[in-house]
């Protein structure tokens, strides 16, 4: 069993920038790789960044690469989500996950055994 806690996230202006933190518990060796996933308001959950925990290899989705930046601390059992240059499109309950398994799809949340509570991202105009 693991636990996943975030912390972060809130109301901010387009264009601003919000900093993800998520520290997991429990049985963290079995950590292989811990990402975000976003889901808006009647849409499905959708995938937005990825680490390896060994390697630290990352993966962005295309509406994020250049934005938002993931990096992990694996003494802390901790991945933090940076983000950038925000947009009204980012809008969203952000979700951390992680996955005790390699898959070759890193980008299906299906494949994440453990979630955190989800934390709201609200962009103002």
């Known amino acids: 069993q693991v636990q996943l806690v975030e912390s972060g996230g809130g109301l901010v202006q387009a264009g601003g920038s919000l900093r993800f933190s998520c520290a997991a518990s429990g049985r963290t060796f079995s950590i292989v790789g811990m990402g975000w996933f976003r889901q808006a308001p009647g849409k499905e959950r959708e995938f937005v960044a990825v680490?390896?925990?060994?390697?630290?290899?990352?993966y962005y989705a295309d509406s994020v690469k250049g934005r938002f930046t993931i990096s992990r601390d694996n003494a802390k059992n901790t991945v933090y989500l940076q983000m950038n240059s925000l947009k009204p499109e980012d809008t969203a309950v952000y979700y951390c996950?992680?996955?005790?398994?390699?898959?070759?799809?890193?980008?299906?949340?299906?494949?994440?055994?453990?979630w955190g509570q989800g934390t709201q991202v609200t962009l103002s105009s």
């Open positions: 996950a992680a996955r005790n398994i390699n898959v070759y799809r890193y980008d299906n949340p299906v494949n994440y055994r453990y």
């Open positions: 680490i390896n925990w060994s390697g630290g290899n990352t």
